[in-house]
């Protein structure tokens, strides 16, 4: 509780961290911005330790599913903590480590650090995951998981749009070996940008496909119509699987999917764009392919009046917006020391005001990690009533004795 003047009296209520398996582009950019680092330092940063990954996950023979599982770690990660506090082949490999454990492809720190040192030798020079060069390093990548698994608040889930490019390659009858195969690797270009993070599985599968068949110059009424027709048939609509925390007075479900697919396009084609070498199928095509598809998205786009980034559009009954985030979730650190008040301790702030370096604890109070949020939002409504402090006056008129 808390005194007449404000100062916490008791102990700690604690921090709630609810879990986004969704962020919005403006959360990712406020969170980028906030760590000081220039466009170009987090596009290469990002873009080589997503490479690393790539390299060292092939190295081990480690299936899809851990690459993609490693690199939404690895954004998330970058998110909370600034690129200055840590080498970024620390954190892909931190991130590699804790993706082994979730999608049971175990693989201790020594053997991926041992397997991304032998990518620079020649055979005969490989060394073992035994050799004492890789103990200290090994520790501190398990140092580092413990940050991965706070920055993407304890959230297992995971999303795995390559399966549905399969799927939907069959549906629609295209060329396994030629659209196919190249809607495939550009799911896996998708996790070289952020998309993942603000995307639906269906819709990063619908966008690599129809990106594939774009590049092929194959006809994509097909997919287009499939959407307009029976978008609830993908379950992929933003209202959907956002839920009502996150948008709901919004235009039709119709257009709130294809705009979260051009979205996901457009971002696909500034990778392709700016960065064709670091990506799969940016180098088996010239850049006047992107760029023509890129001035038929932007038409497209200027017709249908659709925003380049989605955003939340619930508003409260006096016209407010409402923030849904419990705590600090987006980027603003959890570990804020600069509270004093439990009414405030629950509150978001701005994003990553006060953040903890890494390998840094909180030692203001107890972070606690939940999915949902509305049995967050339930328990702080309980809590807070415990921790106010209510004042009240009283007159009291006393009789003075006689003076007789």
């Not at 993706?99 to 041992?114: N, P, R």
């Not at 490989?126 to 050799?131: G, Q, R, S, Y």
């Amino acid at each position: 509780m808390t005194d007449s003047k404000g100062n916490r009296v008791g102990p700690h209520p604690s921090f709630i961290k609810v879990a986004q398996p969704y962020i919005f582009e403006d959360d990712i950019q406020k969170s980028i911005s906030a760590t000081g680092v220039s466009p170009s330092k987090e596009d290469s940063i990002r873009l080589l330790g997503v490479a690393w990954i790539d390299n060292v996950r092939r190295a081990l023979q480690l299936p899809v599913k851990t690459f993609t599982t490693a690199v939404v770690y690895y954004h998330k990660f970058r998110l909370v903590h600034s690129d200055n506090e840590y080498n970024y082949v620390d954190a892909a490999a931190a991130a590699l480590f804790t993706a082994c454990k979730i999608e049971d492809t175990l693989k201790k720190s020594k053997e991926i650090l041992c397997a991304a040192d032998n990518l620079k030798y020649p055979p005969a020079e490989h060394l073992t995951p035994d050799d004492p060069k890789f103990e200290a390093h090994s520790k501190a990548i398990i140092g580092l998981e413990r940050l991965m698994l706070e920055a993407s608040g304890f959230d297992f889930r995971s999303r795995q749009p390559q399966k549905h490019v399969i799927k939907l390659a069959k549906l629609h009858n295209v060329d396994k070996d030629s659209v196919g195969k190249k809607a495939w690797n550009v799911s896996l270009d998708l996790y070289r940008t952020f998309a993942p993070l603000k995307q639906t599985t269906y819709t990063m599968a619908m966008a690599s496909l129809e990106l594939a068949m774009r590049l092929c110059d194959k006809d994509t009424e097909g997919v287009e119509s499939d959407l307009v027709v029976s978008p609830g048939k993908w379950c992929s609509t933003r209202e959907e699987v956002m839920g009502r925390n996150f948008l709901r007075a919004s235009p039709s479900k119709v257009g709130i999917h294809l705009n979260a697919r051009l979205e996901t396009l457009l971002d696909l084609l500034d990778l392709y764009n700016n960065h064709r070498g670091s990506t799969i199928v940016g180098q088996e095509h010239p850049l006047d392919s992107f760029i023509n598809i890129r001035i038929a998205l932007n038409n497209e786009v200027s017709s249908k009046h659709y925003p380049r980034y989605m955003r939340r559009h619930e508003k409260s009954s006096n016209g407010t917006t409402i923030n849904n985030n419990i705590l600090p979730t987006n980027k603003d650190s959890y570990f804020n020391r600069t509270q004093t008040s439990p009414s405030s301790t629950n509150s978001p702030s701005t994003p990553l005001d006060n953040r903890a370096r890494v390998g840094e604890r909180d030692r203001e109070g107890t972070v606690r990690f939940m999915l949902d949020a509305s049995h967050a939002r339930s328990e702080r409504s309980t809590v807070d009533a415990f921790f106010k402090y209510d004042e009240e006056e009283y007159e009291v008129e006393d009789e003075l004795p006689s003076s007789s």
